[in-house]
């Protein structure tokens, strides 16, 4: 916990002072029992952004020894790669006794509010990706709140877990650049996610190391609506090429897409085969996250496996040792993936390459 005006700990009394008010009406602010203004609530929570304060459930779990309890902050619950992250989470934590309490921000207005009430009801917390912004991340963090990060860039103090993607990201690229593939576009947003940016960093590499320029990518939400809509597009704008016009892309029409993950990729090659581009004479497509459509779609889809299910396994184990004391030194690990081959980019069914991590 972060240190008050006198250098020892930040206490409920360090709140009370500083937002005026008594410990009683702090205490029904934090704990959220009984009826207390609005402007009184402002107050209180404006105190204890200033002092840092949270009241860590951890020390009081000790001290009555109840069994533990994990939060889970998530930016969102849509699409399959959640489904399988909570899967495996919730897998260790159950069979190991924990509890786990998710919340998720997206269309919150506040979040770090309901992120600091949450660290008062749990002993630890797992952040998900872009879930929290960093300075809150940086709080919690200070405030001693145990964390682990998951598709994250490691933050000095906190535990992350996350898969492997620039490497796999390039070894995919190259493969369709030495097949003859030489117009390809990225699809998808790396200010998005970490994980998306160091895709796009390793398709920019293959790019590079093949002599090619590295053309900006499509910035488009990593959703299916957003496929579907982008190749609708691109059908638009390559049928205005056709009939003699310069469309989008004239001569720069594109060749390949590299989607930051399947639920494009798979949006995308409906999409386009729907308006008689064929897939992958006309145009290879590839994903990311080897979904379990991805194996039964015709074609079938090129992708990156990740170890989704095991991502969420390990941030459960790495919460657990943390909150213990069995492990005082953050660590970073890093899942190794492995690209699967499939026919949409011209590939037999099955075939498939390892890629490594180095984490």
Known sequence: MASGPTGKPTTIYDVAALAKLSIATVSRVLQGTGPVSAKARARVDQAAQELNYVP???????????????????????GPFYGDLLMGYERWAGGHGQSVILTVTHGNPDPSRGVRELASR????????????????????????????????????????????????EQLTSR????????????????SSYDVSERYAGF?????????????????????????????????????TSRGGSGRWGA???????????????????????????VPDDVVVTGWDDVMAARYVMPGLTTVRQPMAELGRLA????????????????NDVLGTELVLRGSCGTGPGETQATRSTG
């Open 204 to 240: 920019s590499a293959a790019l590079r190391a093949h002599g090619l320029e590295v053309p900006k990518p499509e910035q488009v939400p990593l959703t299916e609506e957003a496929g579907a809509a982008f190749a609708t597009m691109l059908l638009t704008a390559t049928s205005g």
């Open 56 to 78: 860590l459930r951890a020390a009081r779990s000790l001290a009555v020894q109840r069994h533990e309890a994990h939060g889970l902050v998530l930016p969102d619950l849509a």
């Open 252 to 278: 720069a029409q594109p060749d390949g897409l590299v989607c930051a993950n399947d639920e494009l990729a798979l949006a995308i090659l409906k999409t386009l085969g729907d308006g008689g581009v064929g």
């Open 176 to 191: 369709l650049l030495d097949h003859g593939r030489q117009k390809l576009l990225f699809v998808g947003d790396p200010a």
């Open 316 to 331: 459960a184990q790495r919460l657990h040792e943390r909150i213990t004391g069995e492990r005082t030194r953050a660590r």
């Open 122 to 169: 749990v002993d630890g917390i797992v952040v998900h990706g872009n879930a929290l912004e960093l300075g809150v991340v940086q709080d919690l963090r200070r405030a001693n709140v145990p964390i682990v990060l998951v598709a994250h860039p490691p933050v000095t103090g906190c535990d992350s877990v996350r898969s492997e993607s620039a490497s796999s990201a």
